[in-house]
């Protein structure tokens, strides 16, 4: 893994740097809903990522040991991206996350499923996931 040249040693910059801007979330997000995706099911998010930012921001978090690659056992020139257990520690964030944007804005229908099983049990939602992200590890 490479290392990460810091700007300051405050853990919130590190953090940033490492995770923090808005497509390197989004992806976080959608490994850890669905374990596993391809890069073209990546591309496919709802906030239609360009693909330029995209192989950058894939590059970053693995360079950051956030996620890793895997190969496609349907095919050799396809490859899986997976949280590693390190990106698997971003779970909470992520539900934190959502639970403040619940507080601030409006959510759409779809997403409120979601929203009730994090609230109706933040912590049994959040060891749900981990159980079965690390079963994939």
Same mark, same amino acid.
């Given at each position: 893994?490479?290392? =990460?040249?810091?700007?300051?040693?405050?853990?919130?910059?590190?953090?940033?740097?490492?995770?923090?801007?808005?497509?390197?979330?989004?992806?976080?997000?959608?490994?850890?809903?669905?374990?596993?995706?391809?890069?073209?099911?990546?591309?496919?998010?709802?906030?239609?990522?360009?693909?330029?930012?995209?192989?950058?921001?894939?590059?970053?978090?693995?360079?950051?040991?956030?996620?890793?690659?895997?190969?496609?056992p349907d095919s050799k020139a396809k490859v899986l991206y997976q949280l590693t257990q390190k990106g698997m $520690?971003?779970?909470?964030?992520?539900?934190?996350?959502?639970?403040?944007?619940?507080?601030?804005? $409006?959510?759409?229908?779809?997403?409120?499923?979601?929203?009730? =099983?994090?609230?109706?049990?933040?912590?049994?939602?959040?060891?749900?996931?981990?159980?079965?992200?690390?079963?994939?590890?």
């Open positions: 893994m490479k290392t =990460q040249k810091k700007r300051s040693d405050c853990p919130v910059s590190f953090s940033l740097e490492a995770f923090g801007d808005k497509w390197s979330l989004l992806i976080v997000r959608d490994l850890m809903l669905k374990k596993k995706c391809t890069y073209g099911e990546l591309a496919k998010s709802d906030e239609k990522i360009a693909t330029n930012i995209l192989a950058a921001r894939l590059l970053s978090l693995e360079e950051n040991g956030i996620i890793q690659k895997l190969g496609h $520690d971003l779970i909470p964030i992520i539900v934190e996350i959502n639970l403040w944007a619940e507080k601030y804005t $409006d959510i759409p229908e779809k997403r409120k499923e979601l929203l009730a =099983q994090m609230n109706a049990d933040k912590e049994g939602f959040i060891k749900n996931a981990f159980k079965e992200l690390e079963s994939d590890l």
